[in-house]
DNA sequence: TTGTAAGCGTTATCAG
DNA sequence: CTGATAACGCTTACAA
């Protein structure tokens, strides 16, 4: 089954409208004027055909495209895929398109083959989601010729790439000071792989346990998912005076629970349990899961934003950065008062 | 701050390995033979040079390129983020560079604006994510001059676009099948949006309950979301006879076993609860979810494969189906003695 | 095996 | 206001 029937090009267009090509190309783009007799023909004659312009052939000549690229390590995880669909919207308001690259590995080799492929596009500018170590990596590994701004979970060094960011270190910050207002003596932290040593959720965790004259508990490592919660905090059962729990995600946190459940702690009676991102189903857990909210889609809006009006003004724009809330629920409490008393 | 450093062209490749043109397209097509001399010089050079083809230059000549397009109506939700992934991931590794659409409503209006800035770029093909209504539709809006295959929820007409699928209905039948096995006189539905009238997770139940002689119990219409079922299963709490609910997706079982703990009632104990999807969360959940498990990712991957087989031979693929299974967990049991000695 | 030259579909410059 | 025509960066006959 043949599936190449020609697509009408410019020159079908204004044959059918017996007008030059040129005029076609002004109708279309709008930008000289063109006398209503010659633009209606040519505007029928588009409407007949269905002609659509070839989005390569313009890029070529004009030497750029509006076409974005997103740079991710993944698309599943709630704060990815979130902020990704507020990139995807606004950029489809303004009329941009956008391509999407993930980068599984920060190795040099995957790396330079996610990144060849998706540049060898024309491109207008480029958006890297930067949550993790990859991302900083995929950043660094971009192209000075192409404007690049990046989504990010700190702000960053003064005068390198425009991001807009939610600021994990306030947001952890505000989380521990929280857990430690309510009594307990300090709090762990179970992490998720951190972007750069001193920022983030876990270093506003310490920080704040710093301020606050606390002991800083070994902070525990573990991955994003709600399995690694889990096992992690299994390993947490025995550990004396852990009465409250800061996890750097909901995922982590729903699955630490579960682990301490299973161990016979009640939460948040025996154990208070905080997450961070306010997924849909945190309000829906049983308990209900107190936790950092972000807003992810509006991180994507305001990082295209960043990147349309660098394009727009050829400079650069300034950062733009939003303070995450604390949603306090039912999976936080004081301290049970006979750990108390056994400090 | 200018940004505009040039990015070196063939040209200047050939310039600097000192030969032509095409001699510099031919090794990096590695299509016809070229002397080792000059094939070392030309690699060089573009070493040297950081030379990346245009693909804009390369798709004009062509005719073709090696973008696919993914028409999508959301890429937050869970089935839809992980199909997604799965498809990049499968195109990565065969060359391709993906675009993404969404496409938020069947607006003929909206639907076109969102299906022509796309399309007016070079593709190769297109893949449609058909879990709703707007998928359908936006399936129908795509030109048969392009190769379009999809990623869906239940098998199609014969001789349409080539599809794989995930057979909602046979998940939507064993799952019914199941609670009904475990003594519930009937099995409630609360379900997501429907594709088609006759088909898909609610058909399924439908069909599981007829043929086993159950009554129907009227359908409850939600959307997606945790909080959708939560307010909706909150209308449910008076309802006689309800034992077992079959949830169109996980986050509205959680959202409606939170309703129904909220109004009293124990799960499994008093209500059975069944999820479709198993996300990640669903074996954490307090009772653990049981649910219809879907590997959304592997559709993803064959969707692309069967784009990949159709461009690759020129012919339409065979369609690809995957049954999904049921992941038996605590959130179902067998129906209180009480209720049962009522009727 | 290598080079020359003709496009691919548009836009933009430059005359009319 | 409108129409030729020369690029844009690359591939691919066609010659050499």
Known sequence: MPIERDVPGIVDVAAKADVSVSTVSRVLSGRTRVSDRLRSKVEAAVQELGYRPNAAAQSLVR????????????????????????????????????MIAVVESGDPAELARAVDGTLSQTLAGAIVIEFDEVGVKTLAAMPTSLPVVAAAGARRARGTTPHAFLDDYAGGYEATRYLLSLGHETVHHLAIPATRPRSGR?????????????????????????????????????VPGLTA?????DE??????????????????DISIVGFDDQPFARMWNPSLTTVQQDFVDLGR?????????????ER??????????????????????????H
């Open 63 to 98: 030497g750029r495209s509006s076409t974005i690229a997103v740079f991710a390590r993944n698309t599943i995880r709630y704060g990815y895929a979130a902020t990704l669909q507020g990139i995807e919207e606004a950029a489809r308001a303004a009329g941009y398109v956008i």
């Open 202 to 238: 876990a270093w506003g965790w310490r920080k704040a346990l710093e301020d606050a004259g606390a002991a800083v508990p070994a902070l525990v490592q573990a991955d994003y998912s709600p399995t690694s919660g889990y096992d992690t905090a299994r390993g947490l059962l025995g």
């Open 245 to 249: 729990l800061l996890c750097g995600n």
């Open 252 to 269: 982590l946190a729903i699955g630490a629970a579960r682990a301490f459940q299973e161990g016979g702690r009640r939460i948040p009676d």
């Open 302 to 314: 305001r990082t295209f934003g960043l990147l349309e009006q660098w394009l727009a003004s050829g």
């Open 317 to 342: 724009a300034q950062d733009s950065a939003v303070t995450p809330s604390l949603v306090i629920r039912e999976s936080s409490a004081s301290p049970p008062r006979t750990v108390s008393a056994n």
